[in-house]
């Protein structure tokens, strides 16, 4: 077919106007999945239940901390009327072994149990009903081990070793300069021990979802946060090729981490291909989710930092222990990253840092947003306040002096081209600034203000020359408009949208004519997990990778219909027209037609996977161990009541550089949000281990912040373009939590003189240290 | 074994309940102890209503009876008989949205969404009752439900807009 063919068939002229050039990068675009969350119609994976669900599962998870199993007697399971099956890890035809780092945790568990979590079997019946009263009746004998309930039992000489090799799981190291010496000549120096405590995801959407083998497939809808290595872990524990196992993601209400780890997915598996041709349910309630997941680490920090008389940082020494609890679940990953951020955004010539991981019989402990990171900020931002008071410095000023500037170096040796940490903190304190500080004059006696800040650091994506990629297929569509293909998993963050306003700025569509298929290992390449920070920097990359292919095809054709050089043809609001003279133009639809009939595929694919450099072990030095980094800093002003120990965040403001906000609604939605988690994190948040069983599994005892604990938080957007990210945008997710923690320690600091160094700072505690404080007896 | 024991199947008895739900009457059979939550849920197929904490703290499976915001996990499905009941998808008409769930999509209020139809609801019963309303009423009304995303405050500037709006 020639072009002359084709071309006089179709109006030059048409009547309508172009609209003037949109850009769907920086604008807020509303969400793709709004309409169908604030109607009622999303469809999460408790709500493909009652419809789809034939049979229904659930899981008998062990009663005792640390035990040997003796016998499994299912049979007055079995005799609950309308149950089908009872499966243990003798039904299991794979490895029976799930983990993300090490393989380590069985699905359900053979001679031992190591956790008040551990998952012994999996019962299958016609009703729910039937599966909950047969759960419960599965017999379990168990001959008890010595439950090593705290870090300080696992370290303690004689105690019961967890695994052969001994209760350490692993260790990490940095080493710079000459810490000792640096120590000796120092003018001050400070040391602290901080505890931070163990955290709970507490997403909303408990584990939910439906599985069905069809004696081909495994198809499971159950919400992860990487369906492509989920896919995988179940396909090796269950013993099918893993092209037979499909993962569609529903609609999910939350991760934070909580989905990294397997949760439902294999014993949905399980049953489905013990039930062939059956739809399973499974759902957990509140107090199974909370009972079975893994959590945030609780992190032992002792450290000590050295100052010159001008305040100028000379030498860290960091000891760190990490509650890895039962399996090692991502706990390697966080002992690295908790590492490599011990010194934050400070310029520390002389660097100790050792990590240990430390196994107990508490749940497996894992991927939370801002993992290791945050947990140091407390240490490191805590450190930075306690040293200005022996320096007698400001504290602005002491961190100002010290914190990196562009080239300067952080806790790994890699130096930072794009250090905006000045003008993150410059930005927190004007804004902070804007109204005037109320102060403590006029307050009644028992209540104190204070103000606070932090400056932090974030190294995105996985980092330390561990493979991490992401890949995106765009495609045309017969309207003109255009799908997003991704494998990345849309938890809520606002990735779909992040996604299609990508594709469509460099194609120059509407956002009325993007679509996105996401997270589905039939439909969509594999994009790596929703984590780290790393989506909108590398599946942003790929999906603009692909894109931009797609517009070179776009423009080859436009330019042949137009009869220019492609180069003349610009692509605005789904049409093409040549730069110069917009009446010759042609609508993408009626180039789609074109483009097909000249060979054209409208279709590209796009792969991005920058390398980062391994830490040296033993020194944890790398030229570019992450491959961006982030900064941001906030500032928080507190009302402590002195009388009942009771702290009130009157203000926060937190200022992110986050590249470019491709879409500044999701990103001050991340902003807001991550503060929200902070504060609990900072003020009540802490799940609670008698021996190893979870004393607060529920949102009666596990306290989060409601919409009165929030002050009005005011989220300043930084805008430093990333040479590396797309359109110059790198990411938001952690590092907003990451800031928030310290910025409100800090402030009940200046409120109280009193530095908390263990988290959640709840009444109690605050009162007990108040109470320290002034010389008064504190009860037991 | 558990020390308490989930109740076998054949061991509870079923009863007949009538209500009226986003307009229409609806009868059905349910367990005695059948929450509002799962009937709605399991047994009606209106999944829109979410349960979180499935005890009364967080907000989710907000629900109007007769005009009243109820947490549906904590009322037992009998206790509906003769009522009617208003959940999310009753809000919308056809495709016009309901002004709140206009300006939660508005304001990015819903971002992972779950929590949204609960305070959606929790919402209407506020705007329902009071033409004219306080920043501090506005937050007790909605301090019961929790949110794990948003910190709140897109979710504040719905309600307002929503306030704003159905005052002018």
Redesign the interface.
């Known amino acids: 077919m020639t072009p002359q063919s084709t071309k006089t068939d179709a109006p030059r002229t048409p009547e309508v106007t172009i609209p003037p050039a949109d850009h769907l990068v920086g604008k807020?675009c509303?969400?793709v999945?709004?309409?169908e969350?604030?109607?009622?119609?999303?469809?999460?994976g408790?709500?493909l239940?009652?419809?789809a669900a034939d049979l229904f599962a659930k899981v008998v998870r062990s009663?005792e901390a640390h035990a040997d199993i003796v016998k499994i007697d299912t049979s007055a399971a079995l005799a609950?009327?309308?149950v089908l099956g009872v499966y243990t890890h003798a039904d299991v035809g794979g490895t029976n072994i799930h983990g993300l780092i090490r393989r380590d945790h069985p699905a359900l568990a053979e001679k031992r149990v190591r956790y008040r979590g551990d998952a012994i079997a999996v019962v299958v019946a016609e009703?729910e009903?039937?599966a909950?009263?047969a759960?419960?009746?599965?017999?379990?004998e168990y001959s008890p081990l010595p439950v090593v309930a705290t870090m300080e039992e696992a370290l303690s000489d004689g105690a019961p070793r967890l695994y052969p090799e001994g209760n350490i799981m692993g260790d990490k190291r940095i080493r710079r300069g000459d810490v000792d010496a640096a120590l000796a000549a120092a003018h001050c120096v400070v040391t602290d021990t901080f505890h931070t405590q163990t955290v709970d995801h507490?997403?909303?959407?408990?584990e939910a979802g439906t599985g069905i083998w069809d004696g081909h497939t495994l198809t499971l809808n159950a919400p992860g946060q990487w369906v492509h290595e989920e896919r995988r872990l179940i396909a090796l524990a269950l013993g099918i090729p893993v092209e037979q196992v499909r993962i569609i993601q529903p609609?999910?209400?939350?991760a934070?981490g909580g989905r990294e780890d397997i949760s439902i997915q294999i014993y949905l598996g399980l049953a489905a291909l013990k039930h062939p041709g059956k739809t399973i349910g499974l759902r957990y309630?509140?107090a199974e989710s909370m009972r079975a997941r893994h959590k945030r680490h609780a992190l032992k920090i002792e450290y000590t930092l050295a100052a010159d008389r001008e305040g100028t940082l000379t030498a860290a020494r960091i000891t760190v222990h990490s509650d890895e609890g039962a399996y090692a679940s991502t706990g390697i990953a966080v002992m690295r990253k908790a590492a490599s951020h011990a010194t934050g955004p400070y310029r520390v010539p002389a660097i100790e840092v050792d990590v240990y991981g430390v196994h107990t019989n508490n749940n497996p402990t894992g991927a939370m947003r801002g993992f290791g990171a945050c947990q140091m900020a407390i240490a490191y931002e805590g450190m930075m306040d306690r040293l200005a008071d022996a320096l007698e410095m400001d504290r602005v000023a002491l961190r100002k002096r010290n914190m990196i500037v562009p080239g300067d170096p952080v806790t790994t040796g890699q130096r930072i081209d794009n250090a905006s940490v000045h003008e993150c903190l410059d930005a927190a304190l004007a804004k902070f600034n804007e109204r005037p500080y109320p102060g403590n004059d006029g307050l009644p006696p028992h209540l104190r203000r204070g103000w606070g800040m932090s400056a932090i650091c974030f190294g995105l994506g996985y980092g330390d020359g561990f493979p991490d990629c992401s890949r995106a297929r765009v495609e045309i569509n017969p309207d003109g408009g255009a799908t997003v293909y991704t494998g990345g998993v849309e938890?809520?963050?606002?990735l779909l949208n992040t996604m299609m306003q990508i594709a469509g700025e460099e194609l120059g569509l509407p956002f009325e004519k993007m679509h996105v298929v996401a997270a589905d290992t039939e439909l969509t390449d594999e994009s790596g997990s929703s984590s780290a920070t790393r989506q909108t920097y590398f599946t942003g990359n790929a999906v603009r990778i692909a894109a931009s292919e797609l517009r070179e095809q776009i423009l080859d054709v436009a330019g042949k219909w137009l009869n220019v050089h492609p180069h003349e043809v610009t692509l605005q609001q789904g049409w093409a027209f040549e730069t110069a003279n917009d009446a010759n133009r042609v609508s993408m639809a009626r180039l789609y037609d074109e483009g097909l009939a000249r060979g054209y595929s409208f279709k590209a694919t796009g792969l991005f996977k920058p390398r980062t450099v391994p830490e040296v072990h033993g020194t944890g030095q790398s030229p570019r161990a992450f491959i961006t980094y982030l900064f941001g800093a906030h500032v928080s002003q507190v009302l402590v009541d002195i009388e009942t120990g009771e702290v009130k965040v009157e203000r926060h403001i937190a200022a992110h550089d986050v590249g470019k906000a491709i879409n500044p609604?999701?990103v001050?939605?991340q902003i807001?949000?991550?503060?929200?988690?902070g504060l609990g994190m900072a003020l009540m948040e802490e799940v609670v281990y008698k021996k190893g069983r979870i004393l607060n599994a529920?949102?009666?005892d596990y306290i989060?912040p409601?919409?009165?604990d929030?002050p009005?938080?005011e989220a300043i957007i930084i805008e430093h373009d990333d040479p590396g990210g797309p359109f110059g945008a790198h990411g938001v997710g952690e590092p907003p939590l990451i800031g928030a923690v310290p910025a409100i320690l800090s402030a009940i600091y200046d409120a109280t003189g009193v530095a908390p160094d263990t988290l959640p700072v709840t009444p109690e505690r605050m009162w007990r240290l108040l109470r320290m404080r002034d010389g008064v007896p504190v009860p037991v | 074994?558990?020390s308490a024991?989930?109740?076998?199947?054949?061991d509870?008895p079923l009863t007949r309940i009538t209500c009226t739900i986003n307009g229409e009457q609806v009868v059905a059979d349910a367990?005695v102890d059948c929450t509002l939550l799962t009937f709605l849920?399991?047994?009606v197929?209106?999944?829109?209503?979410?349960?979180?904490?499935?005890?009364g703290?967080?907000g989710?499976c907000t629900v109007l009876i007769d005009g009243k915001p109820v947490t549906s996990c904590l009322m037992l499905a009998g206790q509906v008989n003769g009522r009617t009941i208003t959940?999310?998808?009753g809000?919308?008409d056809g495709d016009a949205?309901d002004v709140i769930?206009?300006k939660?999509?508005?304001?990015?209020a819903?971002?992972?969404?779950?929590?949204?139809?609960g305070l959606?609801m929790s919402a209407r019963a506020l705007l329902n009752d009071n033409p004219s309303i306080s920043e501090s009423e506005l937050?007790?009304a909605?301090?019961?439900?929790?949110?794990?995303?948003?910190?709140?405050?897109?979710?504040?500037e719905a309600v307002r807009r929503a306030h704003r709006e159905l005052k002018s």
Do not use: W
Not at chain 2, 5 to 10: C, T
Not at chain 2, 104 to 108: N, P, R
């Open positions: 807020n509303k969400r999945d709004g309409r969350k604030v109607t009622g119609l999303a469809m999460y408790a709500d239940f009652p419809q009663e609950v009327g309308g009703s009903r039937s909950e009263a759960r419960d009746r599965v017999h379990v507490a997403f909303l959407d408990v609609v999910t209400g939350g934070f309630d509140r938890v809520g963050q606002g609604q999701s001050e939605g807001v949000g991550g503060v929200a988690q529920g949102f009666t989060i409601t919409i009165k929030l009005p938080v | 074994m558990p024991l989930a109740p076998l199947p054949d509870i367990p849920r399991d047994i197929g209106l999944t829109g209503t979410k349960g979180a904490c499935l005890e703290e967080c989710s959940t999310v998808e809000l919308a949205l769930q206009e939660f999509v508005e304001t990015g819903a971002q992972c969404g779950y929590c949204t139809p959606i937050l007790t909605l301090e019961g439900n929790i949110c794990r995303c948003t910190g709140y405050a897109s979710i504040v």
